[in-house]
């Protein structure tokens, strides 16, 4: 027991003890020199002084027991509230790590690029014995990874607009707000959430800031299309070449996004950003991390409906 709560025990029962205590001593002075109906009369005082103080213990007892409970629930919502948000941060990342790859299972596609200007990808649908395992977890990634993954990076004008982060900052943010969530979690879950806070605030604003961080380029990316599905709606499809499936992939707010056939022009990282936003997104891996250290990864989206870990 902490030495804080240990004192904060002590100060609330001993008036309770005093009063037990001294219930003991009338009913044994009341035992050994008082006699008649005095003598009975001090007993049920000397009873009184002793049940009525147990009473309020063992009720208070009950309560802390109750009151820990419903505390440990309350800690587990508010710590699953901080996954679900955390969660949303470390899929944005992925996207922005993979792009137009982190539609497709690591694993289990292809990409055919003898010729450098169009890329193909084939997507493998059976299970085979060939197919690599995932090993791809963002949160393993050395600063060097997420380099190297930005300069082979490809990506798609559909794309673009889902890479901000403000939405997942502005959610983290609100909970910082929550006293009521807050409260229930550890000095060290904090400050690893003002410490992620922080260093996606700073990703955000480099992107928001820096408008060429992705340039059009001439390699041509096969399979991909976009098409209006119904009014204001837009969808990304991809057509796996040498079948006739189709899949959907992505579907958003079309705003001014016109239909587009494939192949789709790719975009890439403006060189000059490299070092910088690998540093950038390195940053926000090791602040997802550190809330790992201290928090249960697994988490269970409700809105969602799906169980998770980071």
């Not at 958003?252 to 690998?278: I, R």
Request: proline letters at 3%.
């Amino acid at each position: 027991m902490p030495q804080s709560k240990l004192k904060t025990t002590i100060h609330n029962l001993w008036p309770k003890l005093l009063v037990i205590v001294a219930g003991f001593g009338l009913y044994g002075l009341a035992v050994t020199w008082l006699q008649g109906d005095f003598k009975s009369l001090v007993i049920g005082i000397g009873g009184g002084l002793v049940s009525i103080p147990l009473a309020f213990i063992f009720y208070e007892i009950w309560q802390e027991k109750s009151h820990r409970k419903l505390n440990n629930s309350v800690y587990e919502f508010a710590e699953n509230q901080m996954q679900v948000s955390i969660r949303a941060v470390k899929s944005k990342l992925e996207l922005l790590v993979a792009g137009a790859f982190a539609y497709f299972e690591s694993g289990r596609f292809l990409v055919d690029d003898e010729d450098i200007e169009n890329l193909k990808i084939y997507v493998q649908e059976d299970e085979s014995e060939n197919v690599a395992p995932d090993n791809d977890n963002l949160l393993d990634f050395e600063r060097e990874s997420i380099y190297e993954a930005l300069v082979d990076g490809r990506y798609l004008a559909f794309q673009l607009t889902d890479l901000s982060l403000g939405e997942e900052l502005h959610r983290l943010e609100g909970l910082l707000s929550n006293a009521f969530i807050m409260e229930r979690l550890s000095d060290s879950q904090v400050r690893a959430i003002i410490y992620l806070i922080e260093v996606v605030k700073m990703l955000e604003a480099f992107l928001a800031l820096h408008h060429d961080v992705f340039l059009k380029s001439s390699v041509k990316l096969h399979g991909f299309r976009t098409e209006i599905i119904q009014q204001g709606l837009s969808a990304l499809i991809f057509d796996n070449p040498g079948t006739d499936e189709s899949v959907t992939l992505d579907i958003k707010p079309a705003g001014e996004m016109q239909p587009s056939a494939e192949p789709l022009n790719a975009y890439v990282v403006n060189p000059d950003c490299y070092a910088a936003l690998s540093d950038l997104v390195y940053d926000v891996v090791e602040g997802i991390n550190g809330w790992k250290s201290v928090s249960d990864p697994v988490y269970m989206d409700h809105e969602a409906g799906r169980i998770g870990a980071l």
